[in-house]
């Protein structure tokens, strides 16, 4: 990336040598081009942040997909491809070796090289995505393995040039914006400084022992190579000494915050300005109303202040385009003052009360980037615990953020549809108590409360509690309705809501009505000191969560 030199203090063009000693002097500084932060109410600091509003669509929305898509969805092997193809004797190396050859000669590089997405249809999955009750969708930019999926200014490893050889995240916006649907983009490129760092390393036995993997190159290596011209340091940054103990995921993860006294590299003023460029760069061209940000607070925070520019230039950019904020940033591991200037994203789990500020859990129905070993051992997630989560998430205030994991050529597959398909039911005659909804005066009741697994870093508490049954009920509100969302089909066709007792203190009025949702206006109810008991109408019922609508007398 070219730099230009500014005298301090004098203007006009110098002799190469004045330069050179002047800036041994400290007469000049080197200042990076790029994308300057959008003028507006917004600085980048977390005082000026505080001032952050969550939009009326995002508080309302409540369900969102996402299609975490890229080159390490080639290989079909699921999450952490790119870095776990460089752990010798992992799964993925053995494959990688077995598919692509030995990671000194053929790397991720290659990987991308292969990545083609013939059959990619995003106006189809749009639409299947806004059926199954998506009121927004989210596109991943780009991940750890530093490959841009859009047309990138400062990153010639992108889509657009090599691979695919597409717009990826101009596609994606288009059809997500044909739908009506908002749309936001998942960034998480920050870390590859420290997580492509086993790239630099070497088998430690075999015949291949010593010989570094390809994470040194650089563009001289490339001489009549596919990749001749291209620079591979701009895609895998390891032109630095390694972390401490940095070989192993257990303690990348101890890293992951940037804590120098853990070990961390720490990236140079270099490598966080593109990547600030990076961000305003996608900012500019597709004006996400969504950004994602898979990092602790905020990316390469607190070594560098690229974050909050960020944080800056996307709300100040939304007012400027809206005449108002309409713009969401999510950050993980945020403090409560933190939470005031972003929405609070923890990472598979929930929280286990109702918070003050809108939130929102982000999950998978199987492994972040798609392992065709799940479908074939059919092992996602069904419609069932996706209902379940989303329902026990609104109820405190959350949104959900779900990832169904697509093909490498840009399809998904069977097991996938299906489950969107049952989602698609049940939104399509329930999502009156989803959508538009704000928490009641408790979230719910039931055994599944007593079990509930505390959050763990980012979250990482997704299944951890007890099961949910059909004596676990959230509620939900809107004006004078209250839901009543059953997570299960009670044995004896009855549905009883303690909380609703009579002398209730959370509802000390009369009950007019009940009714269940999906075409039942009116059920039979009784009310006394140990609960609300609604007897279901005979006949088949809905079988994954029943929605009961009560209202005031």
Not at 10 to 36: D, F, K, N, V, Y
Not at 185 to 207: F, I, L
Not at 244 to 264: L, V
């Amino acid at each position: 990336m070219q730099r230009r030199a500014v005298v301090k203090g004098l203007a006009g063009t110098l002799p190469a040598l004045w330069l050179s000693r002047a800036l041994g002097a400290g007469l000049l500084e080197t200042l990076q081009p790029g994308e300057p932060v959008a003028k507006g109410p917004f600085k980048p600091t977390w005082d000026s942040l505080k001032d952050y509003k969550v939009p009326g669509w995002y508080k309302q929305a409540k369900f969102g997909i996402w299609a975490h898509w890229g080159p390490q969805c080639q290989p079909e092997h699921g999450d952490w491809y790119a870095r776990e193809m460089y752990q010798e004797g992992s799964r993925d190396y053995k494959s990688h070796v077995t598919e692509y050859g030995h990671p000194s000669k053929s790397g991720f590089k290659d990987v991308i090289h292969q990545w083609k997405a013939e059959k990619w249809d995003p106006d189809h999955l749009l639409e299947l995505y806004k059926k199954a009750g998506a009121q927004y969708f989210v596109a991943m930019a780009n991940h750890h393995d530093n490959f841009d999926n859009y047309d990138s200014k400062y990153q010639p490893w992108n889509a657009t040039k090599l691979g695919p050889k597409k717009d990826i995240i101009g596609g994606w916006a288009k059809a997500a914006r044909k739908q009506g649907v908002h749309f936001g983009v998942s960034v998480h490129a920050a870390h590859a400084w420290t997580w492509y760092e086993v790239a630099q390393r070497a088998d430690k036995a075999g015949p291949m022992a010593g010989i570094p993997y390809d994470g040194k190159l650089t563009k001289a290596d490339g001489k009549g190579t596919w990749w001749d011209g291209l620079d591979p340091q701009a895609l895998y940054a390891q032109n630095h000494p390694l972390s401490k103990n940095s070989a192993d995921n257990g303690s990348i993860h101890k890293i992951w915050g940037w804590d120098a006294a853990e070990g961390a590299s720490i990236p140079d003023k270099e490598y966080c300005e593109k990547f600030y460029n990076r961000t305003a760069d996608l900012i500019n061209k597709y004006s996400p109303d969504l950004i994602y940000f898979d990092d602790t607070i905020l990316p390469l925070y607190p070594i560098s202040d690229a974050g909050l520019r960020i944080a800056a230039h996307l709300y100040n950019s939304s007012i400027k385009k809206h005449g108002k904020l309409e713009a969401v940033l999510n950050g993980k591991i945020l403090d409560e003052e933190q939470r005031k200037c972003m929405v609070w994203d923890i990472e598979r789990g929930q929280s286990n009360r109702i918070e003050p500020f809108v939130w929102q859990t982000d999950t998978c129905i199987g492994s972040w980037h798609y392992d065709r070993s799940i479908y074939e051992n059919h092992g996602y997630k069904s419609a069932k615990t996706i209902i379940h989560t989303l329902a026990d998430v609104v109820s405190k205030n959350g949104n959900l953020l779900l990832s169904i994991p697509v093909r490498a050529d840009g399809t998904i597959d069977s097991d996938e549809q299906e489950v969107v398909a049952g989602i698609t039911a049940w939104m399509s005659q329930n999502s009156e108590s989803i959508y538009d909804t704000t928490p009641w005066k408790i979230f719910g009741e039931g055994p599944a409360m007593e079990g509930a697994a505390p959050l763990s870093a980012q979250g990482f508490n997704e299944g951890k509690g007890k099961p949910f049954g059909a004596e676990d009920i959230r509620f939900t509100l809107k004006g004078d309705a209250l839901y009543c969302i059953v997570l299960g089909m009670p044995a004896n066709g009855q549905v009883v809501v303690k909380s609703l007792a009579s002398g209730s203190i959370h509802y000390p009025g009369k009950i007019g009505s009940v009714a269940l949702l999906g075409g039942h206006q009116s059920l039979t109810f009784e009310r006394n000191e140990n609960g609300l008991a609604v007897k279901l109408p005979e006949g088949k019922q809905e079988t994954i969560a029943l929605a009961l609508k009560i209202l005031p007398a």
